[in-house]
């Protein structure tokens, strides 16, 4: 008899502890009814950065790092510290609130026309289905690049509300023809991995109705311990 298969969800299922999973359904909570992400987007997008919390990178490191792979600029955008001493990037619970809100963050920009840094502007995508595909392109990709894409397809006579459309002109928006290939099968793969998870996570989709509390004010002084096998910062 053959053995049955074990995908890539399977495997970040079993490294899932109750508190990466308390993590990520709080999280969530930034999410609402006005979009189509749930705690299993951000189980999908945690497997596809880091291989739930296995592949970390180096603390204080100027490349991207951590649970969800934060370059140092949009890190400390979403009010994570970044140095050796403290890098709350590698603090799943910092960490998952700042994906979360990063993805929030993206979902209203391509759900309406947005000004950018750099004189770049999106163009609204009113099909929540699309919408998504940008919101994961854009995390991959990052927004301006994304944006510029959109204006190139429209330039080009393609629809810049089609995901399909558009990521076809990544790599003129201003990187390599690896990465637009790299963004293509990121956003397949998310969008793949997140039905798997939908079915089989036993995390709580209807925590995103609860909105958020107060964020706290993070602090930057303070010590690493390990817990449930992952590093936390501890403020002193």
């Known amino acids: 008899m053959p053995k049955e298969h074990t995908s890539d969800v399977d495997v970040w299922l079993e490294r899932e502890t109750p508190r990466i999973r308390r993590a990520l359904e709080s999280a969530s909570r930034y999410f609402d009814a006005n979009d189509d992400l749930t705690v299993n987007t951000l189980e999908a997008v945690y497997g596809r950065e880091s291989s739930f919390g296995t592949l970390l ?13 934060f370059e140092p600029a949009t890190a ?29 963050d993206l979902h209203t920009m391509f ?91 036993p995390a709580d989709k209807r925590r995103k109705q609860k909105q958020p509390g107060k964020r706290q004010d993070w602090c930057t002084e303070g010590h690493w311990r390990t817990i449930d096998d992952r590093p936390v910062f501890i403020c002193d």
């Open 57 to 69: 990178g180096k603390r204080g490191s100027t490349r991207a790092a951590g649970h969800f792979q």
């Open 76 to 104: 400390k955008r979403y009010d994570l510290n970044v140095s050796k001493k403290s890098d709350q990037r590698f603090d799943i619970d910092r960490a998952s609130s700042a994906a979360a809100r990063y993805l929030k």
């Open 111 to 201: 759900g309406r026309d947005t000004g950018l840094p750099g004189g770049k502007r999106t163009i609204a995508v009113t099909s929540a289905s699309e919408r998504k595909k940008f919101v994961l392109g854009a995390y991959n990709a990052g927004e301006g690049r994304v944006a510029g894409a959109q204006r190139l397809a429209e330039q080009a006579g393609k629809n810049p509300r089609l995901w399909g459309d558009v990521q076809q002109f990544i790599a003129l928006a201003g990187t390599t023809k690896a990465k637009e290939q790299e963004t293509k099968e990121y956003v397949e793969n998310i969008l793949r991995y997140e039905a798997e998870f939908a079915i089989k996570s």
